[in-house]
């Protein structure tokens, strides 16, 4: 019989909720089509605004502050590793190998403690703070539909009232339901009225103490590095001084710029035009007008030149233009690419004319200031509007920039061959590009 009665209380309820659920929607389009009138109180709504903004922007702070730590987990994991790698190829008997691994334990040491400070200090502060909005939240949407049972009560308290036949028996308990849905919702109105105003007051103070405790975690730990950071450099710089016959030339290893791009081919463009250094630039222009055969001579290029023919055309071209053959000495005892420039710029008209013939034709259909060409190796996808959007295969006609000075290093502009012969319009179509992206083939 109890569970009976219990599965009866449990109907009862469940009727009862459906039956104010149904009120409550018959309420509310009465109200919007205007046949009943709404309880509005603009004070609490500007309330529940505030407290809709400040929740979002509450949610978006945690969001971000996850991220930052997140972020700096993956710091640490990469700072780590780092010091692992120089633990590694630190040799046991260079000076100061227990300080690295001291500096190496520290800096670990560091960055556990930089976190863990960022989740006490800021992260669980931030979970309590939106701990709160919740069952706030919960709280504004029941005091929504306590309205409406008000507002359903009032109308039909009054609709009794205005009725010609008059029953005071429901008069009577539609002023009781009336009474006490008044007071159900006053008191939950009163309370928010209080707690909303003052959390929205709140935000100000919780925010100053987070980035305050942020902005300090982070200062300490950047001054705890520096120290780490400040005492491997003096350990490296013990190192460097007593192996420093054994340093290494950085500065002598070839990199991606221009000059040393231009000693790996063996020979310029067929056509004669500078590559990219301003000093071949010059010897070109010097020496072309004075030794037109000597440079082809002066290298056997061919079976029919022999070394002696080489010889003597040196020696002709020295005594037809001493002030031209002394510039030329001077460069080639500096270990200068003269000799390679002007075999180039010259070999083509006296072993085969047809030849520079044929690249003047060439020339006539490239664009101005032509020097040569790419082909991309690799998709390279253009993140700023001067940029050349590139596909594997697409062939690049390189060309200088108007203004050298604005050229960066690992930079080329060029245009792209399919575009020049569809387009012929240089502005429209020329952009730069990453060398390392492309391989000369020309």
């Not at 972020?71 to 300080?99: F, I, N």
């Not at 049972?149 to 429901?170: N, P, V």
């Not at 250094?277 to 010097?286: D, F, I």
Request: overall charge negative; charged content about 30%.
């Amino acid at each position: 019989m109890a569970e009976l009665g219990s599965k009866g209380v449990t109907a009862g309820k469940i009727a009862s909720n459906v039956q104010k659920k149904l009120t409550r929607a018959q309420e509310k389009v009465l109200q919007k089509l205007g046949k009943a009138d709404e309880t509005k109180d603009e004070q609490f709504e500007q309330c529940v605004q505030n407290f809709n903004k400040q929740l979002s922007e509450g949610t978006r702070l945690q969001k971000d502050l996850r991220t930052y730590l997140a972020s700096v987990k993956a710091m640490h994991e990469a700072s780590k590793k780092l010091t692992e790698c120089l633990q590694e190829v630190y040799e046991p008997d260079w000076p100061g190998r227990d300080d690295t691994n001291k500096i190496a334990e520290n800096n670990d040491l560091l960055w556990t403690d930089f976190h863990q400070k960022l989740v006490d200090q800021a992260l669980l502060t931030m979970d309590t703070y939106l701990g709160q909005f919740p069952d706030i939240k919960s709280r504004i949407a029941k005091r929504g539909r306590k309205l409406v049972d008000y507002d359903s009560a009032r109308h039909h308290f009054e609709a009794l009232q205005t009725a010609k036949k008059k029953d005071e028996t429901k008069i009577a308990k539609a002023e009781e339901e009336l009474v006490k849905a008044q007071k159900v919702f006053e008191e939950m109105n009163v309370d928010l009225q209080e707690e909303l105003p003052s959390l929205w007051n709140s935000r100000v103070g919780f925010y100053v103490n987070t980035f305050q405790s942020i902005a300090g975690l982070e200062e300490n730990f950047h001054k705890e590095m520096s120290k780490l950071n400040q005492n491997l450099h003096d350990v490296l710089l013990g190192l460097d001084k007593q192996y420093s016959g054994n340093a290494f030339p950085v500065k002598a290893q070839p990199s991606d710029s221009t000059p040393a791009k231009a000693n790996k081919s063996p020979s310029p463009p067929p056509d004669g035009s500078p590559i990219t250094s301003p000093e071949t630039k010059t010897v070109n222009h010097e020496l072309e007008p004075s030794t037109l055969e000597a440079p082809g001579a002066s290298i056997p290029k061919s079976p029919s030149q022999p070394a002696e023919a080489a010889h003597a055309g040196a020696e002709a071209a020295g005594s037809e233009a001493a002030a031209g053959a002394e510039a030329s000495k001077t460069e080639a005892d500096s270990g200068s690419s003269s000799l390679p420039a002007v075999v180039v710029e010259t070999f083509p008209a006296t072993v085969n004319g047809t030849v520079e013939g044929g690249a003047s034709s060439e020339r006539s259909d490239m664009p101005p200031g032509f020097l040569f060409k790419v082909q991309a190796m690799h998709d390279y996808v253009a993140t700023d509007s001067d940029e050349l959007q590139l596909k594997a295969g697409d062939v690049v006609l390189v060309i200088p920039f108007e203004n050298p000075e604005e050229q960066d290093e690992g930079w080329l502009m060029g245009v792209k061959e399919s575009d020049w012969i569809q387009h012929k319009e240089l502005d429209q179509c020329r952009g730069v590009f990453p060398e390392n992206f492309t391989e000369r083939v020309q």
